[in-house]
């Protein structure tokens, strides 16, 4: 290939990727935001566009073998659902669970797990009624319906099945007929918002202005998480005065977790239709206030299930993870920014994996960056109950049971998204493999080949079903400082944060190499101590476990056994309190990375998945995990356990007389004890 043709162009991403919007035409394979609406700086691929690969098709096949391939079977709130027409739960369990199983059916073409999906959809498509409501009868909450519009969307770009579309018409005729009903003191209320996303997605292919009608009446009758975000009340003062509202009513909903991760993308969605400058920056300072007032490792925040603060073993919601991560993949859509792909990966590849067992038939409802003890047992939670971090079924409470199905899966969907200038965005990096429409009305599959998050060594094939001119987008994550690009053996420079992109033309069997600098930095967190990274993954001290299965038993919670279900205890079998022998700028002195291979899934002879705590296994989020980095620290006998939970962290730098040892830290995503925010030992 003839070098001249490669035109390399590496600024801002946003900058970019808006500079192309404005000076061509809007992508013309897939449904784009119509006038008056803002274009969108990335165009989403329909559901299986991108499928997954590798450790991350594992991981959707263990999610089969686990919960979601199994809950429906032995869950009363799913088998007697009265969203497939049976007398039991109405509300948001069903919805939320099919959010989770309608995508990961179709992203592993699994036959028995589309089965599962098919009463559910076609009672909910048969349920409209003539004035435009639908769902179970007993129902009359809002708030499901706006849960069952997103797993009509997604079933729909698979099927393109036209029901879907007279639904949602309707339901929005219902919501234009009828006057708004979004109280501050309810979930539809504080949540209206989310149908923001359906409403969006229903515009782009009908432009039926009525749609933009009832999004702004919903707007402005709703919350104001615009002014929230940029005033944001529940700050570290109001933390220290014991002033968070630890209520169910108006206020405390809108110090809820769950609620504020959901509404974090809210003020990015109306920005395309309201195009005030207010708005986008309401999520910017938003995320902003969040991690400077209740910023946890990882990408998070704390909410357990208030927003709790930065110290270490405060908890997060399961629920707010899943729910972060969905609210970033529209983010990224909206904005095109890279940095919000760099907050989904953290997400993504430590949060989400380290809140569950590797088998996936045990989560928390509350993670802890420093979590040494995992029992039912009272904690400094600021509204949670004493079970909210064992690794069980339904512990503390079964919303994140019903909710945490749709993190892998549209995970992978958004990996990938489409341009306006028809070419196509890495958004994410990961195994997979891309299949999208290019250039003018070409078919291009991407192959991805990759150890990401392990490994920074990314390698793209192309095929084509002709040679074809286009860009290809890549994310440059913020932390990969002379990162490669190469292209037809060129090596092309990169600018961290960035979008990068090449413009070329191409042909099948073009290889794009990436290779991200796995560097370890550092990241100085609660009382002075720090954490590890390497890419994007966070790092945590390995320590000995024993693992007791247990029973929960309590008002809410229902220990059922069932198949592979255990709610798990675990005490720690080895010391966790250490200090790092670490110079912060320069940590890779101190510091020697080990590697594993990651393996295939434990299978039995009779074809079940088997993970055994602790045992040996090299699923990428298990014990053995692929990468380990050997580190020296010294103990600090006075860091104890205060509450049930490590105490927090004393502040570093500390003198200490204790012997250096060797320590190893895992990835957070394999570790189910750990300790991530660390104390300094002083050199
Ligand atoms: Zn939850």
Known sequence: MNTKNIILTCILGIILIHNSCEKREKNKHYPVNRAPLLPSKLVKLPLGAVKPEGWLRDQLIAQNHGLTGHLDEFWPDLINSAWKGGDGESWERG?????????????????????????WIEWILNSSQSGGWFGPDKNNDRWPLAVAMKVLTQYYEVTEDPRVIGVLKKYFTYLLDNPPDWPDSTWRGVRAMENAVTGYWLYRRTGDPDVLK?????????????????????????LNKNEIPHNWKSDGLTAHVVNIAMAVKYPGL???????ERSKNAVYQGIANLDKHHGQVGG?????????????????????????????EKLMEIFGDPAFGDRLELLAYNCLPGTMTPDCWAHQYDQQANQVLVS????????NGNSSNIYGLMPNYPCCLANFHQGWPKFVEHMWMATHDQGIAAVTYGPCRMTAKVGDNVELNIIEETKYPFDGAVKLTLELSEPASFPIYLRIPRWSEGAKLAVDGKTIKTKPGTMAVIERKWQTADVIRLEFPMNIRTETRFNNSVSLLRGPLVFSLRIGKEYKRIKLKGRRIRSIDYMGSVDWEIRPATPWNYGLVLETENPEKHISVRK??????????????????????????????????????KKIPEWKIKNNSADDPPPGPLRSNQKIERLELVPYGCSRLRITEFPLIDL
């Open 95 to 119: 919805p939320y669970y099919l959010d989770g199983l309608v995508p990961l059916a179709y992203l592993l073409d699994d036959t028995r797990l589309l089965h599962k999906t098919r009463p």
């Open 214 to 238: 009832v999004v702004k009446s919903i707007f402005d009758s709703s919350f104001d998480w615009t002014t929230h975000f940029i005033d944001f009340p529940w700050d570290t003062e109001a």
């Open 270 to 276: 109306w920005y395309q239709q309201s195009k005030e």
């Open 300 to 328: 998070r925040f704390s909410g357990d299930e208030h927003v709790s603060g930065k110290r270490p073993t405060q908890g997060t919601e399961f629920c707010a993870i899943v729910e972060y991560m969905f609210s970033l």
């Open 376 to 383: 039912d047992a009272e904690r400094e939670w600021s509204t």
């Open 596 to 633: 594993n291979r990651i393996g295939k899934l434990p299978f039995s002879d009779t074809g079940e998945l088997v993970f055994l705590p602790n045992a040996k296994q090299y699923h990428p989020w298990t014990e053995e995990a692929p990468v380990v980095l050997e580190i020296k620290g």
